[in-house]
């Protein structure tokens, strides 16, 4: 794996950096994930121009592995000298964090396919700003949506609200080469599916096994804060009886069952509608009833199913895990990896699918 310093307007290649990195970073849809490189100045391979090669807000650090595939990609942030150290530290983040830096302005959408207005969304952050390509193909679901200048909500909140609507759209914003052949310059690409991003399918070409490629495997079931409930309220915007709120959602069965209540309250300011507030309950409701299950697996960077090339984010993977603690044979989904650069591992993360 090799780093590089890229324009971030241009996103064309300016250096190749000796970074290390002393923890792994991470990727996962819809999330901001940050990153902390450390660049050695009196490295001859560090270039003599690296003041200007780390300047914050100014170029991004790529992630390269050695078949030329981007695994990271994340935007200067912050830089730390010691006067006595020959080491900077480099603090990163994804490109998410730019459209949480970036205020929505006024608009309203009436019944407007919901990728048109994630992609509207994505766009004001373009003029005087980084310029992401977009994916964004029709969803066939529109929606009502009114956004104001004083609501002080930033890109990356409303897409968020957007996605979290029952049948809500995914996203991500993956690195990609503008030329895969030439591997020259970087471009951010916003990513947007209904009702989902990555390939479905029935059999996916992908496999991880335990024992097999894997060197480890996880199950882990959460039922924390906000990742379970059996009782959800969504809230919308106003104060006391001008704010209007959703019918309550609520897992009769699990209730029934004999699980104790649960409750969520969640506000969405930029909705005054009744019935879109009833949708982001419902939708709420579908992904904390059961809590959160994730599985994390950890495998050689370099062994298959090989990241970027057998599998990507969103894409439906299988997993087959056969040992004493752990029996699994079924098809998961993959929402996000994080990297060990030192030790050449890459944990994916996968959910089941449904879940």
């Known amino acids: 794996m090799f780093f590089v310093a890229c324009d971030i307007q241009t996103g064309r290649i300016q250096a190749e950096l000796p970074l290390a990195c002393g923890d792994s970073f991470e990727r996962a849809m819809q999330t901001i994930s940050t990153a902390n490189f450390s660049l050695p100045i009196y490295d001859p391979a560090c270039p ?6 780390t300047a914050p807000w100014r170029f991004w650090i790529i992630a390269v592995l050695d078949d030329g595939t981007i695994c990271w990609g ?20 994804s490109p998410e964090d730019y459209l949480d830096r970036r205020y929505t302005p006024a608009r309203r959408f009436d019944q407007v396919d919901q990728s048109d207005i994630a992609a509207w969304l994505v766009r004001q952050a373009i003029p005087d700003g980084i310029p992401f390509l977009i994916d964004a193909p029709k969803s066939g679901t529109k929606r009502d949506r009114e956004y104001n200048d004083d ?17 809500g759209p995914e996203w991500h914003i993956s690195i990609e080469w503008q030329d895969r052949q030439k591997q020259n310059a970087i471009i951010p690409v916003f990513k947007c599916g209904t009702p989902r991003i990555g390939i479905a399918t029935g ?7 335990l024992p097999g ?14 990742e379970y409930a059996t009782h959800i309220i969504a809230a919308g915007g106003g104060e006391g009886e001008d704010r209007p709120l959703s019918t309550p959602q609520i897992a009769i069965d699990r209730e029934n069952a004999g699980y104790p209540r649960v409750e969520v309250r969640k506000t969405f300011d930029s909705v005054t509608l009744k019935p879109t507030l009833d949708t982001h309950a419902k939708g709420l409701l579908a992904a904390l009833s059961g809590g959160v299950q994730v599985f994390t697996l950890t495998q050689k960077l370099d062994e298959y199913p090989r ?13 087959i895990v056969d040992t004493d603690s752990l029996k699994i044979d079924r098809k998961i989904r993959v929402v996000g ?15 089941q699918i449904g879940g």
């Open 48 to 53: 003599r121009d690296w003041e200007v090669l």
């Open 74 to 93: 994340g935007i200067i942030t912050g830089r730390s000298r010691n006067a006595t150290s020959g080491v900077v530290s480099i603090s990163c983040s």
């Open 151 to 167: 609501d002080a909500a930033t890109l990356y909140k409303r897409l968020s609200d957007l996605s979290g609507v029952i049948g």
């Open 203 to 209: 059999e996916p070409q992908a496999v991880f096994e």
């Open 213 to 226: 490629g894997l060197i480890e495997a996880t199950l882990e079931e959460r039922f924390g804060d906000n």
């Open 307 to 319: 990241l970027g090339v057998d599998w990507h984010m969103g894409d439906d993977v299988r997993l």
């Open 337 to 351: 990896w994080s990297l060990d650069p030192a030790k050449e591992l890459v944990k994916p993360y996968v959910a």
